[in-house]
């Protein structure tokens, strides 16, 4: 099993920053790739940015010009690092590990609340 605890959410002005973190635990010695997702208020989860083995990236269009991702090997930590938040982007933000039998785990994720 593996255990996803996220942080750094927060409140926020439109055109600030913020960090979010996700550190592992547990089992997990078969991640293959870690990620974010977000839900918003009557809308469906939906992928922000993902972070795979070797470090290739991939990142929502609509937000690949100000977030970015990294992970740390030796702390079992991903980062997503939001630069320039609008309003758009309130939600709450999910951190989600894969390992390499397709199993998913998701955290209890953490609000970002961004105000114009």
């Known amino acids: 099993q593996v255990r996803l605890v996220e942080s750094g959410g927060g409140l926020v002005q439109s055109g600030g920053s913020l960090r979010l973190s996700c550190t592992a635990s547990?089992?997990?010695?078969?991640?293959?790739?870690m990620g974010w997702y977000r839900e918003a208020p009557g809308k469906e989860r939906e992928l922000v940015a993902v972070?795979?083995?070797?470090?290739?990236?991939h990142i929502q269009d609509s937000v690949k010009d100000r977030f970015t991702i990294s992970r740390d090997g030796a702390t079992n930590t991903v980062v997503l690092q939001m630069d320039n938040l609008k309003p758009e982007d309130t939600a709450v933000y999910y951190c989600?590990?894969?390992?390499?039998?397709?199993?998913?785990?998701w955290g209890q994720g953490t609000q970002v609340t961004v105000s114009s």
């Open positions: 989600h590990a894969e390992n390499v039998y397709a199993h998913d785990y």
């Open positions: 547990g089992s997990i010695s078969n991640i293959n790739a």
């Open positions: 972070i795979r083995r070797g470090g290739t990236t």
